[in-house]
């Protein structure tokens, strides 16, 4: 198994065209990073922060400004309110991102060099 050399998240987001769904995407992931939710590979959570920093700024076609406040305000100020918020929100995100954008996306960013193969490894998102 020889490492692969993957992009950096900013760089890629920079020179990547993206569909509003696959911000989405990343908005979705943050979420269930922050909702301790997320199954994907320890190593890959840092890079989906990374990429979900890099693209904040940006609208996704159904995940807007109010997602994007509740992922700063569980950032800065953790508390058991603020994860139940953010409890609501990553369910109502897995509701309006069907499973085949996210699985598509994600292989993209495998595809892309961003996250790393998988190489037989267990996690999903």
């Not at 020889?2 to 990547?16: G, K, M």
């Not at 603020?82 to 495998?110: C, D, G, H, N």
């Amino acid at each position: 198994m020889s490492a692969a050399v993957l992009r950096e998240p900013r760089d890629w987001v920079r020179d990547a065209s993206l569909y509003p769904a696959e911000i989405d995407c990343v908005t979705a992931v943050m979420l269930k990073i922050l909702d301790g939710k997320c199954r994907m590979a320890e190593l890959e959570k840092p890079i989906m922060v990374a990429l979900y920093d890099a693209l904040k700024g940006r609208h996704g076609l159904r995940l807007g400004a109010d997602f994007h406040d509740i992922v700063a305000r569980a950032r800065t100020e953790p508390s058991e309110a603020l994860r139940e918020a953010v409890y609501e929100q990553r369910v109502l995100a897995e509701t309006m991102i069907s499973r085949p954008v996210m699985k598509a996306f994600k292989a993209r960013l495998r595809q892309e060099a961003v996250l790393p193969g998988r190489d037989g490894q267990e996690g999903e998102d």
